[in-house]
């Protein structure tokens, strides 16, 4: 298996603009994370989707995030309007099951940078 | 909040046995112990976990203490690929949370 596909690796975009990210989880992986990471707040659990659902996005930082996960094999965040305080890495990850088997497979993530 | 507190930095040489260690304050019966790992530039890796027994897969062996308030994760024999930073959590069976610290970044020298 190819593992948790991310695209694009980096993104250099200006403040204002539509920045969207993409993710292909491990085919038969259940559940998906995206997470972000900063030097300041480390990594943070921004949205989980269980079975295509989203199930928690208390982590989305505010309107400005959107998630999306229209199959079992794709899902996006999209940032509009972006700012430069958004710029950090952003990891998407997968697992199979819920709950106490946390076996999460990370993406290579996307650094995102926001002038 | 992270849930755990590791040391900031270790250093381990080459060929020999890392011991990382690991509080778990506010550790519940229920909650599992975790060890991801991270290399520069790339995504967290998983490498082990455990509920009460000491476990051990290709990877590490991982030492939880009686009371489960702490663990130890050992990379028997630590080679320069090892260098990373190493996040150690705690999470319940029921819960689909994972919250990483800042982790210990060990450095593996020659």
């Known amino acids: 298996d190819a593992g948790v596909i991310q695209s694009p690796r980096h993104e250099v975009t200006e403040m204002g603009q539509e920045v969207t990210l993409r993710c292909k989880p491990i085919?038969?992986?259940?559940?998906l994370f995206w997470y972000r990471q900063t030097m300041m707040r480390g990594l943070e659990l921004l949205i989980y989707?269980?079975?295509?659902?989203?199930?928690?996005d208390s982590g989305m930082p505010e309107d400005r995030f959107s998630a999306k996960m229209p199959n079992a094999s794709f899902s996006t965040l999209k940032i509009q309007p972006s700012e430069p305080r958004d710029s950090a890495v952003y990891f998407c990850?997968?697992?199979?099951?819920?709950?106490?088997?946390?076996?999460?497979?990370f993406g290579s993530g996307t650094q995102l940078s926001v002038l | 909040d992270a849930k755990t507190t590791q040391p900031t930095s270790m250093d381990c040489a080459e060929g020999r046995a890392a011991n990382l260690p690991c509080n778990h304050s506010?550790?519940?019966?229920?909650?599992?112990v975790y060890w991801y790992r991270q290399i520069h530039s790339q995504g967290p890796q998983y490498i082990i976990h455990?509920?009460?027994n000491n476990e051990t897969n290709e990877m590490a062996s991982l030492i939880i203490t009686e009371d489960r308030k702490s663990s130890t994760l050992i990379l028997p024999h630590a080679t320069l690929r090892d260098t990373a930073v190493y996040y150690c959590?705690?999470?319940?069976?029921?819960?689909?949370?994972?919250?990483f610290g800042k982790g210990t970044k060990l450095s593996v020298i020659p």
């Open positions: 085919s038969g992986h259940n559940s």
């Open positions: 989707f269980n079975n295509n659902v989203p199930i928690d």
């Open positions: 990850a997968s697992s199979l099951g819920t709950g106490g088997r946390k076996k999460l497979f």
């Open positions: 455990g509920l009460k």
């Open positions: 959590t705690d999470s319940g069976a029921g819960s689909y949370q994972l919250t």
């Open positions: 506010t550790i519940s019966g229920n909650e599992y």
